[in-house]
């Protein structure tokens, strides 16, 4: 069985910066990783992505703003989010694939991360 725990939300100002953490355990997941959001209101979207080969991949309102890393370990991953703006205000999700070739999620619960103005 797979567990991802999210921690590292919290409340910040305008600008400011927080760093996710995710640490998964059990067996069954590779290490592609991803994090997602949620919106009030919104749909879940992705935010960035790890490949098995340490690639990454991000959406475009997280490039040049949000770092994902990944240390293998400690079965950890992570987000660092600078520049941190209102709307991007979201619970914010840890997500891993069973596979490295094909996307087949677990989900963590989620860490709720509120910028304010």
């Known amino acids: 069985q797979v567990q991802l725990v999210e921690s590292g939300g919290g409340s910040v100002q305008t600008g400011g910066s927080l760093r996710l953490s995710c640490a998964a355990s059990g067996s069954g997941y590779s290490s592609r990783m991803a994090w997602f959001r949620q919106a009030p209101g919104k749909g879940r979207e992705e935010v960035a992505q790890?490949?098995?080969?340490?690639?990454?991949n991000y959406a475009e309102f997280a490039k040049d703003r949000f770092t994902i890393s990944r240390d293998n370990a400690k079965n950890t991953l992570y987000l660092q989010m600078n520049s941190l703006k209102p709307e991007d205000t979201a619970i914010y999700y840890c997500?891993?694939?069973?596979?490295?070739?094909?996307?087949?999620?677990?989900w963590g619960q989620g860490t709720q991360v509120t910028v304010s103005e």
């Open positions: 790890i490949f098995c080969d340490e690639s990454t």
């Open positions: 997500a891993a694939s069973s596979s490295c070739g094909f996307w087949d999620p677990y």
